[in-house]
């Protein structure tokens, strides 16, 4: 079991970035991807992007291109969502996850951190 | 990018009963489909993933079928915690896309 922990909520200014953290704790960090997730207040679950630590393959959805990037430190075992340009669409509780190696399902959650885009 | 659907939106049962809901995919994904449960406020769950697999702890009443472009989530007898929205994922390619939800409402 895997468990991740991530940083609090966040109120940001329209066209400023956010960066949001995903501490991992059991499990080998590099060996396994972490996706980051959203949810935007009575809506759906939308895929963003993943990233597989110990060969630093990033994926990304094309909705977000240009606008995210998702690193991660194997020295601390964090992993990071930055999105940047933000706006108002873009309050949402943001997720990361552990993709499982076998079967890509995502299979231990963060607690979620909220994200208020607002002037 | 492959589209997801399901039906219905929502529904509301009665305690006890058996409950399906379906996701479709816009193309063949073999049997890359996992199902989440979301509670309000709470990170989703992983139910049920390669189409068929129970995760580990979940209650035995969840179950799903399906391959290629057709999948189920059964509830063979609603509990009062089955309370949710419930999610299904195909995870055969990226970006990995979600179905837009099933709310699941006790009668």
């Known amino acids: 079991q895997v468990q991740l922990l991530q940083s609090g909520a966040e109120v940001k200014q329209p066209g400023s970035s956010v960066k949001v953290s995903c501490k991992a704790s059991g499990g080998t960090f590099s060996s396994y991807t972490i996706t980051w997730v959203r949810q935007a207040p009575g809506q759906g679950l939308e895929w963003m992007g993943s990233i597989l630590p110990i060969v630093d393959i990033r994926n990304y959805a094309q909705n977000f291109q240009g606008r995210v990037t998702i690193t991660a430190d194997k020295s601390t075992s964090t992993a990071y969502m930055e999105l940047s340009s933000l706006r108002s669409e873009d309050t949402a509780v943001y997720y990361c996850a552990r993709e499982r190696v076998y079967d890509s399902s995502l299979s231990d959650w963060g607690q979620g951190t909220l994200v208020t885009v607002s002037s | 990018d492959i589209q997801m659907t399901q039906s219905p939106s929502s529904l509301s049962a009665s305690i006890g009963d058996r409950v399906t809901i379906t996701c479709r995919a816009s193309?063949?994904?073999?049997?890359?489909l996992n199902w989440y449960q979301q509670k309000p406020g709470k990170a989703p769950k992983l139910l049920i993933y390669?189409?068929?697999s129970l995760q580990s702890g979940v209650p035995s009443r969840f179950s799903g079928t399906g391959s290629g472009t057709d999948f189920t989530l059964t509830i063979s007898s609603l509990q009062p915690e089955d309370l949710a929205t419930y999610y299904c994922?195909?995870?055969?390619?990226?970006?990995?896309?979600f179905g837009p939800g099933t709310k699941v409402e006790i009668k």
């Open positions: 994922q195909q995870s055969n390619s990226n970006p990995q896309t």
């Open positions: 390669a189409a068929s």
């Open positions: 193309q063949t994904i073999s049997r890359s």
